[in-house]
């Protein structure tokens, strides 16, 4: 089965950046987009970013535009997601994700925290 490991995640001033780090096994990883998501406090978990498996970005939440951007190693079997001109209101525990065999698997998710 696909197993999913989020890295990266941390505690930044606002303004600051991080780079967030999802390796995937047990899949063909080069043949499957990887969606990033994240999940506040009392809230959904919402779609973040998504990067298809030719490396093409389909999708950025309206919140993130211009400032997140999502990319992908093939040959380490990663994705990233870079984060700039962070806010307190991106502090959420950030998931990434993949559909595969009929199931929809998640990380366990890495904590992100920016202080005001």
Known sequence: QAQLVESGGGLVQAGGSLVLSCYASGLPFSSHALPWYRQA?????????????????????????????????????????QMNSLKPEDTAVYYCN?????????GQGTQVTVAA
């Open 98 to 106: 993949t559909a595969y065999a009929t199931r929809d698997y998640f």
């Open 41 to 81: 406090p009392g809230k959904e978990r919402e779609l973040v970013a998504r990067i298809s498996s030719s490396g093409s970005i389909t999708y950025y939440a309206d919140s993130v535009k211009g400032r997140f951007t999502p990319s992908r190693d093939n040959a380490k079997n990663t994705v990233l997601l």
